[in-house]
């Protein structure tokens, strides 16, 4: 197991262009997170899902951003014309619900640059 | 509202020096606190995640405590090395059902 994998891990775009970042999580982790962080903060929830199903997202989800996971496994966030504040390090995690501690474990994040 | 803080936001000691960094939160009713590492650009290392009903946990160099009554968690480094340079980061979990609340971390600068 090679632990949570994100991709791209650097994206450059235009204002106004669509982006998207793909997550695969650890095998077996039935629950996976999306963050956004900024350069000094703490990271932002975004969404997560349970298997395929998405079960909360953060009202920082606006209608420009859409994620998916639909077989359960991989999830792709995507982000349609981009803004210049929708810079920052995008971060998947997974864990496993119903499990006790419900420890997350981060990938390396996909950081976006919107020119 | 679940809040989290962690003060300071920046430290810097000398190699070889024990330290204590700090997280607060303002509601006691909590599922757990997981400490994470991030280095510059990266994504983030879980170190150790406390339960509820625990007081501490260790992993090597580092131990975690938790006081649930006064809302406090603590991270101790032992023997300090540049290595440990980066920013850590608290977390709370106020139930398993629940994203995590997140402090705005501590940089840590260990200067050889």
């Known amino acids: 197991d090679t632990g949570v994998s994100q991709n791209p891990r650097h994206k450059i775009t235009k204002r106004g262009q669509n982006v998207t970042f793909r997550c695969d999580p650890i095998?077996?982790?039935?629950?996976l997170y999306w963050y956004r962080q900024t350069l000094g903060q703490g990271p932002e929830f975004l969404t997560y899902f349970q298997n395929e199903a998405q079960l909360e997202k953060s009202r920082l989800l606006s209608d420009r951003f859409s994620a998916e996971r639909p077989k359960g496994s991989f999830s792709t966030l995507e982000i349609q014309r981009t803004e210049q504040g929708d810079s920052a390090m995008y971060l998947c995690?997974?864990?496993?619900?119903?499990?006790?501690?419900?420890?997350?474990?981060f990938g390396e994040g996909s950081r976006l640059t919107v020119l | 509202k679940q809040e989290v803080t962690q003060i300071p936001a920046a430290l810097s000691v000398p190699e070889g020096e024990n330290l204590v960094l700090n997280c607060s939160f303002t509601d006691s009713a909590i599922y757990n606190l997981q400490w994470f590492r991030q280095d510059p650009g990266k994504g983030l290392t879980s170190l150790l995640l406390i339960q509820s009903s625990q007081r501490e946990q260790t992993s090597g160099r580092l131990n975690a405590s938790l006081d649930k009554s006064s809302g406090r968690s603590t991270l101790y480094i032992a023997a300090s090395q540049p290595g440990d340079s980066a920013t850590y980061l608290c977390?709370?979990?106020?139930?398993?059902?629940?994203?995590?609340?997140w402090g705005a971390g501590t940089k840590l600068i260990i200067k050889p």
């Open positions: 995690a997974s864990s496993v619900a119903g499990v006790y501690p419900g420890e997350l474990f």
């Open positions: 095998s077996e982790h039935n629950r």
């Open positions: 977390a709370v979990r106020p139930d398993s059902n629940y994203q995590l609340i």
